[in-house]
């Protein structure tokens, strides 16, 4: 048993002083106010862990070389998949590694990699089919927080097109043959604590639907959670209503896809129509702001898909920046832009959906939250740096701290970041010599 005492917590009533929190293994024992004692002090605002609800942990090697030059989301991809190309189980290992371990140092807690590099060049399987999927929870699993690895359906190139180039290395051929080799990852993975093994269609660029309902049963047979990217272009959507005389969310909906163990990451165009699938249907929707704005997306209707229905969840997606404070105030940021109005989201909402309701997209419905029998994630944000001085309550976190004022971090009942610095040594050399065995 290990007790911290906390300067502030952010309790399901509130911000609170002085709480006690007494962690047994990886759960949270017991909640209480009271003096430290022989606790370790925890300062500053200690909220429940952050769930990075949509990774591509590969795509951290492209920070600060897109940025360069013009461009849009297609021309962005193309230099995505150059380095698609060149990743192995080894050097995706240590990539993924050192991209978590970034994540860990600004709070999160539980990663949701949406994983698609399934096979070696030329699409050929590797011995282990899912190698590459396993190096990602061996990844996460050196670095410190819970991953659900969410294997993702993806066949074709766009719609009606084949796969081509480094796409190859994504492709099982069909759902059928995806299922059998997901069947085999969610085996490997099965009784592994802090792992789940979920599922996710690409989008509709790159599964037809007759493809869909395989994807799906897989989904509702483990009880597992089900992603997918969903309308991120206009010319995604136009191309799917040209084909299938359909939206991307209405093809999704009548093929089983949508549900309240579902996400709809970005959905960023949407009709009326639309909004009314996935908000009655409860499924999740998951923002990325910073890539959203980074790929010239555009901006999602946030604020309306949660007033009818659909919780919202963050993620940081391409990596183009990592600090989940960011992408919340972000919502609420860019629902100003768009109507020109102030105060859309109470930063309680916001800190829900980088907490509880992300932990629950991804299969953990018992973390995010500073409770007896949760998880125990304890994500300690200082209150007195350059950017939080002066700042209270909920605002201080989500309007006022970065990734940088995180100074502990506490992961499943294991403390993996002390004074600002993770357990495994210098993120930053990680990071740099990962990538640079990319370039």
Same mark, same amino acid.
């Given at each position: 048993?290990?007790?911290?005492?906390?300067?502030?917590?952010?309790?399901?009533?509130?911000?609170?002083?002085?709480?006690?929190?007494?962690?047994?293994?990886?759960?949270?024992?017991?909640?209480?106010?009271?003096?430290?004692?022989?606790?370790?002090?925890?300062?500053?605002?200690?909220?429940?862990?952050?769930?990075?609800?949509? @990774?591509?942990?590969?795509?951290?090697?492209?920070?600060?070389?897109?940025?360069?030059?013009?461009?849009?989301?297609?021309?962005?991809?193309?230099?995505?998949?150059?380095?698609?190309?060149?990743?192995?189980?080894?050097?995706?290992?240590?990539?993924?590694?050192?991209?978590?371990?970034?994540?860990?140092?600004?709070?999160?807690?539980?990663?949701?990699?949406?994983?698609?590099?399934?096979?070696?060049?030329?699409? =050929?399987?590797?011995?282990?089919?899912?190698?590459?999927?396993?190096?990602?929870?061996?990844?996460?699993?050196?670095?410190?927080?819970?991953?659900?690895?969410?294997?993702?359906?993806?066949?074709?190139?766009?719609?009606?097109?084949?796969?081509?180039?480094?796409?190859?290395?994504?492709?099982?051929?069909?759902?059928?043959?995806?299922?059998?080799?997901?069947?085999?990852?969610?085996?490997?993975?099965?009784?592994?604590?802090?792992?789940?093994?979920?599922?996710?269609?690409?989008?509709?660029?790159?599964?037809?639907?007759?493809?869909?309902?395989?994807?799906?049963?897989?989904?509702?047979?483990?009880?597992?959670?089900?992603?997918?990217?969903?309308?991120?272009?206009?010319?995604?959507?136009?191309?799917?209503?040209?084909?299938?005389?359909?939206?991307?969310?209405?093809?999704?909906?009548?093929?089983?896809?949508?549900?309240?163990?579902?996400?709809? =990451?970005?959905?960023?165009?949407?009709?009326?129509?639309?909004?009314?699938?996935?908000?009655?249907?409860?499924?999740?929707?998951?923002?990325?702001?910073?890539?959203?704005?980074?790929?010239?997306?555009?901006?999602?209707?946030?604020?309306?898909?949660?007033?009818?229905?659909?919780?919202?969840?963050?993620?940081?997606?391409?990596?183009?920046?990592?600090?989940?404070?960011?992408?919340?105030?972000?919502?609420?940021?860019?629902?100003?832009?768009?109507?020109?109005?102030?105060?859309?989201?109470?930063?309680?909402?916001?800190?829900?959906?980088?907490?509880?309701?992300?932990?629950? @997209?991804?299969?953990?419905?018992?973390?995010?939250?500073?409770?007896?029998?949760?998880?125990?994630?304890?994500?300690?944000?200082?209150?007195?740096?350059?950017?939080?001085?002066?700042?209270?309550?909920?605002?201080?976190?989500?309007?006022?701290?970065?990734?940088?004022?995180?100074?502990?971090?506490?992961?499943?009942?294991?403390?993996?970041?002390?004074?600002?610095?993770?357990?495994?040594?210098?993120?930053?050399?990680?990071?740099?010599?990962?990538?640079?065995?990319?370039?």
């Amino acid at each position: 048993m290990t007790t911290y005492w906390c300067e502030y917590a952010w309790l399901p009533e509130g911000l609170t002083r002085s709480v006690l929190v007494e962690v047994d293994g990886e759960r949270i024992a017991r909640v209480t106010q009271g003096e430290p004692g022989t606790a370790t002090r925890l300062a500053g605002l200690t909220l429940p862990g952050l769930a990075n609800a949509h @990774s591509h942990a590969f795509h951290r090697a492209l920070r600060g070389a897109t940025q360069r030059g013009k461009g849009d989301f297609w021309t962005w991809r193309d230099q995505m998949y150059e380095v698609a190309a060149k990743l192995d189980p080894e050097s995706y290992l240590r990539l993924a590694t050192a991209v978590y371990a970034e994540m860990a140092l600004a709070g999160v807690t539980c990663v949701g990699e949406f994983h698609y590099l399934h096979h070696g060049p030329g699409g =050929v399987p590797y011995d282990e089919p899912n190698e590459m999927g396993l190096a990602l929870v061996e990844a996460a699993r050196a670095a410190g927080v819970r991953i659900t690895l969410l294997d993702t359906c993806y066949l074709t190139g766009g719609v009606g097109t084949a796969l081509a180039g480094a796409q190859v290395r994504f492709g099982d051929g069909n759902a059928e043959r995806w299922a059998v080799r997901a069947e085999g990852l969610a085996s490997a993975l099965r009784g592994r604590s802090g792992v789940v093994a979920g599922a996710a269609i690409h989008s509709v660029r790159a599964v037809p639907p007759e493809q869909m309902p395989t994807v799906a049963e897989f989904s509702h047979h483990h009880a597992a959670p089900l992603h997918m990217h969903v309308s991120e272009q206009r010319a995604e959507n136009d191309a799917c209503v040209e084909r299938y005389a359909a939206t991307p969310v209405q093809l999704l909906h009548e093929h089983g896809a949508l549900g309240p163990r579902s996400t709809a =990451v970005h959905a960023t165009h949407l009709t009326e129509v639309d909004v009314q699938l996935l908000g009655q249907s409860r499924t999740y929707v998951c923002m990325c702001p910073t890539t959203e704005r980074d790929l010239a997306d555009g901006i999602g209707p946030a604020r309306t898909l949660f007033e009818h229905g659909s919780p919202i969840t963050l993620g940081s997606d391409s990596h183009a920046v990592i600090d989940l404070f960011e992408e919340a105030r972000a919502v609420e940021l860019n629902e100003r832009l768009a109507t020109e109005r102030r105060g859309h989201w109470p930063a309680a909402d916001l800190l829900a959906a980088a907490t509880s309701a992300g932990h629950a @997209s991804l299969g953990f419905p018992d973390a995010g939250l500073l409770v007896a029998g949760a998880w125990a994630d304890l994500v300690s944000v200082r209150l007195d740096s350059v950017r939080t001085a002066g700042a209270t309550g909920a605002e201080a976190a989500v309007f006022a701290a970065g990734a940088a004022d995180v100074h502990s971090v506490v992961s499943s009942g294991r403390r993996i970041v002390t004074d600002g610095r993770h357990v495994l040594g210098e993120v930053g050399t990680l990071l740099t010599d990962s990538i640079a065995a990319l370039r």
